[in-house]
C-alpha cells in the first residue's frame, strides 16, 4: 500500500463534502469529571480527544492538536500529544 500525502488525504474528505477542521485543544482542567477515568493526566488528555476524534471522525476532514495546550501540563501534556497524533 503507497502513503499518500497529506494535501490527497485532504482533498479526498474535501471531494465528499467535508470541511470542518476540529482543534484537539483539551485543557486538562476542562475535562469533564465524567470524562477523566484515568488517574494519569496523559491517559486522561489521549482518551477525551479519542473520544472527540471517535465521534467526528466521518463528518470532519481533519483534526488540528494546539501544542500550546499540551506544552502547558509539561511532560504529561506533550506525551498526550505523542499518544494523541500517533
Known amino acids: ?3 499518500r500525502n497529506f494535501q490527497e488525504l485532504l482533498q479526498a474528505k474535501w471531494d465528499q463534502g467535508r470541511f470542518v477542521c476540529v482543534g484537539l485543544d483539551s485543557e486538562l482542567s476542562k475535562i ?3 470524562a477523566q477515568v484515568s ?9 477525551f480527544n479519542r473520544d472527540i ?3 467526528t471522525k ?12 499540551y506544552e502547558a501540563q509539561g511532560l504529561a501534556g ?9
Open 58 to 69: 466521518d463528518i470532519v476532514c481533519a483534526f488540528k492538536p494546539n501544542s500550546a495546550f
Open 32 to 34: 469533564p469529571e465524567a
Open 1 to 3: 500500500m503507497s502513503k
Open 39 to 47: 488517574k494519569s493526566p496523559e491517559q486522561t488528555i489521549f482518551n
Open 53 to 55: 476524534v471517535d465521534v
Open 78 to 86: 506533550l506525551q498526550a500529544l505523542r499518544i494523541t497524533v500517533f
